[in-house]
C-alpha cells in the first residue's frame, strides 16, 4: 500500500492558521446544516468533500477518529444531542485523529497478510521486523502478540492495534510525520487507550 502522505496533509486542515478553512470544510460535511456531524456523515464527506479514496476506504479509521473525536469535549448544545455526534469545536481534533488513525490502518493493513481485517500470530511474528521500525525493539513476539489481544480472541483485531499503537507512539518510516500539537496527542493517549 503507497500512500500520498503529502495529499492526504494538505487535505486535512489542521493547522492553526487554518481555522476559517477547517469552518468551510465542516459545513461541506454537514449538509443539512444542523452544526453537529454524525458517523454517516463524516464518512460521506471522506469521498465526497475530501476525495481521497485511501481514507473513504479506511472505515475503521473514519470510525475509530470519530468516536473519539465525539467524546472529547461535553458539548454545550441546550438540544442535549452534541456528546452524540461531533461539533465544530471537536472537528480539528477528529482530523487530527483520522490523520493518525490513518496511519494505524496504514500499518495495521501491512501486517495483516491476507487482508481478513485481523492479525493472527503468524503474521504477527512474521512482521516482527518490520514493526520494530515503527515502534522499537519487540522482544517476545507472541507475549507482545498475547498482551495486544486484549480479549484473548486470538486475534488481534483494529481498535486492540490502535490502543497498543498509541502506547508504543507507532511511528511509520514512510509517513509524513505531521505534528498533532502536544494537547492532541495527550487526548489520544487518555481517550484512545480506554
Given at each position: 500500500?503507497?500512500?500520498?502522505?503529502?495529499?492526504?496533509?494538505k487535505?486535512?486542515?489542521?493547522?492553526k492558521?487554518q481555522?476559517?478553512?477547517?469552518?468551510?470544510?465542516?459545513?461541506?460535511?454537514?449538509?443539512?446544516?444542523n452544526?453537529?456531524l454524525?458517523?454517516?456523515?463524516?464518512?460521506?464527506?471522506?469521498?465526497?468533500?475530501?476525495?481521497?479514496?485511501?481514507?473513504?476506504?479506511?472505515?475503521?479509521?473514519?470510525?475509530?477518529?470519530?468516536?473519539?473525536?465525539?467524546?472529547?469535549?461535553?458539548?454545550?448544545?441546550?438540544?442535549?444531542?452534541?456528546?452524540d455526534?461531533?461539533?465544530?469545536?471537536?472537528f480539528?481534533?477528529?482530523?487530527?485523529?483520522?490523520?493518525?488513525?490513518?496511519?494505524?490502518?496504514?500499518?495495521?493493513?501491512?501486517?495483516?497478510?491476507?487482508?481478513?481485517?485481523?492479525?493472527n500470530?503468524?503474521?504477527f511474528?512474521?512482521?516482527?521486523?518490520l514493526?520494530?521500525?515503527?515502534?522499537?525493539?519487540?522482544?517476545?513476539?507472541?507475549?507482545?502478540?498475547?498482551?495486544?489481544?486484549?480479549?484473548?480472541?486470538?486475534?488481534?483485531?483494529?481498535d486492540?492495534?490502535?490502543?497498543?499503537?498509541?502506547?508504543?507512539?507507532?511511528?511509520?518510516?514512510?509517513?509524513d510525520d505531521?505534528?498533532?500539537?502536544?494537547?492532541?496527542?495527550?487526548?489520544?493517549?487518555?481517550?484512545?487507550?480506554?
Open positions: 500500500m503507497s500512500i500520498d502522505w503529502d495529499a492526504i496533509y487535505k486535512l486542515p489542521t493547522g492558521d481555522k476559517a478553512e477547517r469552518k468551510e470544510m465542516f459545513m461541506m460535511f454537514d449538509p443539512n446544516g452544526g453537529i454524525s458517523l454517516a456523515e463524516c464518512d460521506k464527506a471522506m469521498r465526497d468533500v475530501i476525495c481521497l479514496d485511501e481514507l473513504f476506504d479506511a472505515k475503521p479509521a473514519i470510525m475509530r477518529a470519530w468516536q473519539i473525536a465525539k467524546n472529547c469535549t461535553k458539548s454545550k448544545r441546550p438540544d442535549g444531542h452534541g456528546d455526534y461531533i461539533e465544530f469545536r471537536e480539528k481534533f477528529f482530523l487530527c485523529a483520522l490523520r493518525q488513525y490513518f496511519e494505524y490502518f496504514v500499518a495495521f493493513s501491512r501486517v495483516d497478510a491476507d487482508d481478513d481485517r485481523r492479525i500470530l503468524e503474521e511474528t512474521s512482521a516482527k521486523e514493526m520494530e521500525k515503527w515502534v522499537g525493539p519487540i522482544a517476545d513476539a507472541e507475549a507482545e502478540f498475547n498482551a495486544i489481544d486484549l480479549n484473548e480472541g486470538g486475534v488481534v483485531l483494529f486492540e492495534f490502535c490502543k497498543w499503537a498509541i502506547t508504543k507512539a507507532l511511528d511509520l518510516d514512510d509517513d505531521a505534528e498533532m500539537g502536544e494537547n492532541t496527542q495527550e487526548k489520544m493517549e487518555k481517550l484512545g487507550t480506554n
